[in-house]
């Protein structure tokens, strides 16, 4: 469980590093969701959506062993 935490994160990491704009020098206009600066709403939301998944797997797993645990008895 905890690789597949450590995996999940160090992806996470690799994909905010490519999100990186390496073109600051050229002046653009932003559009959509970057103009009014709603893309960071929006990534604060899905990190939440995603942070809240994964702490009910976790939770819910946990519960599952201990059920197991107390039927094997």
Known sequence: M???I???????VQLI???QDSTK???QTPTGLAAG??????L???VTILAGLFLYVIRL?????KLEK???L
């Not at 450590?6 to 996470?12: A, Q, S």
């Not at 600066?37 to 929006?42: A, E, F, H, M, T």
């Open 37 to 42: 600066n709603k893309i960071y709403v929006v």
């Open 61 to 65: 797993d946990r519960k599952i062993s």
């Open 17 to 19: 590093a490519r999100a």
């Open 25 to 27: 020098h050229v002046a």
């Open 2 to 4: 905890k690789q597949l």
């Open 6 to 12: 450590v995996t999940l994160i160090v992806l996470f």
């Open 44 to 46: 604060v939301v899905a």
């Open 70 to 72: 107390q039927s094997s």
